[in-house]
């Protein structure tokens, strides 16, 4: 039996509901920009969260990615060469994140592919070091950072378990009461969810803090209040939030009903504008893992928003009309295409050996600095923080590690 499909297998049978086949494909970069550039079509692969069970933020990413393909191909193209997107909406099934793999790699000979969940790229990165695949995703588990075990695999932010290291370091270098601070953590039973857990937890303990409780809730949960029910009894002095949108407005809004008083501190997929529009007043005084610019914070402190504010204009657009998950698509998009923009061929090897050559990549201030090497493919260990002030996110600090 093939690696593949033993991984196809392995997903159909640990994954209920999901489709044998892979979602709708959708192609980004053609049309008149495209035609600017006349030499050599570059073929990248996208597997995203659309309508699936992350799609509150995946959808947005996505059409950030693929925005930022049309403007590489609206300025010339690639080095003169234009570059085209061949996306697929896998839902969150895994099965189908590898149906999709299997064609973006076989049938259309992508050279690099720029993915999204936790539980399909961890399920594909043995095969994706085989294929020779470049593969930027949208996940920052700690498990694809061993460059060694998954040389092929690239994270362009803080892994899940650094950003929860850095919120517990911000919290306890804030804490001013004389006892030890107490942490729950509020997660859901996914990969994704699962990610930071345990490096959280030892992290924690480490540095004195007490680790009181934790609960599971769904990432497409409606209710929380008998998980928060119980976090209450512990009475944790704050949270970590490992969501997307949905459920942690969920959470911010049953906890404000119940008279919860903790203070709760989202990752990176738990922070951004949905939060506000979803849990409304609840979520006044949340903070959040920032590691991306957001629209919000304007051009004049962030240069990086003015090619997406350039591109936005050409749609009728302006950054009112997005939000940060799509800076994080396009952001993902945007060190990609550098990767490619520095090989030495065109292959995956070629691409690999280019985003190896990045160091300190600025891209406007749109996330952290990003740095590649043979040796290391965790592009940065830095984030800042934000607060919900007013109704609107407020950045509260400057990038800060925990080492």
Not at 6 to 34: F, R, S
Not at 104 to 132: F, H, N, R, Y
Not at 188 to 193: E, K, M, S, V
Not at 214 to 226: H, M, P
Request: charged fraction near 20%; charge should be negative.
């Amino acid at each position: 039996m093939t690696l593949l499909a033993a991984l196809l297998l392995l997903a159909a049978c640990g994954q209920q509901g999901a489709q044998p086949t892979a979602g709708e494909q959708t192609d980004a970069g053609g049309g008149d920009g495209a035609s600017q550039a006349g030499g050599q079509e570059i073929l990248i692969g996208g597997i995203f969260d659309i309508t699936g069970g992350t799609g509150d933020v995946g959808a947005p990413y996505a059409e950030g990615a693929k925005a930022y393909f049309e403007y590489v191909n609206a300025q010339g193209g690639l080095n003169g060469n234009p570059v085209r997107l061949i996306d697929i909406d896998y839902a969150y099934q895994v099965p189908q994140a590898i149906e999709a793999y299997q064609k973006l790699t076989q049938q259309d000979k992508v050279i690099a592919i720029l993915g999204w969940g936790t539980g399909d790229t961890e399920a594909m990165k043995e095969l994706i070091a085989e294929d020779k695949i470049p593969y930027i995703s949208g996940s920052y588990s700690e498990n694809l950072a061993n460059v060694e075990a998954h040389p092929y695999n690239f994270l362009t932010a803080a892994t899940y378990s650094d950003q929860a290291k850095i919120a517990i370091k911000w919290f306890l270098d804030n804490w001013t009461e004389d006892r030890p601070p107490r942490m729950a953590l509020l997660y859901n039973d996914t990969p994704f969810g699962r990610s930071p857990v345990e490096d959280a937890k030892a992290y924690a303990q480490s540095l004195g803090v007490e680790v009181v409780d934790e609960q599971v809730i769904e990432v497409t949960a409606l209710d929380a209040s008998s998980q928060l029910l119980n976090m209450k009894a512990k009475n944790p002095d704050f949270a970590l939030i490992q969501q997307t949108w949905g459920a942690t407005s969920t959470i911010l809004k049953d906890a404000k009903r119940l008279g919860i008083e903790t203070q709760f501190i989202g990752l990176n997929w738990a922070a951004g504008e949905g939060v506000i529009d979803l849990a409304g007043d609840a979520a006044e005084g949340y903070i959040g893992v920032i590691i991306h610019a957001l629209p919000s914070e304007g051009v004049e402190n962030v240069p990086g928003l003015a090619e997406i504010e350039e591109y936005l204009k050409g749609k009728g657009k302006t950054l009112a009309d997005i939000n940060q998950k799509f800076v994080q698509g396009w952001h993902s998009a945007k060190v990609m295409l550098e990767g490619v923009a520095r090989a030495d061929e065109l292959t995956g090897e070629g691409v690999k050996r280019g985003l190896e050559q990045l160091k300190d990549f600025d891209t406007g201030g749109l996330g952290a600095p990003v740095t590649f090497t043979e040796e290391s493919h965790r592009g940065t260990k830095y984030v800042r923080l934000g607060q919900v002030k007013d109704g609107k996110w407020e950045i509260i600090t400057d990038y800060i590690t925990y080492e």
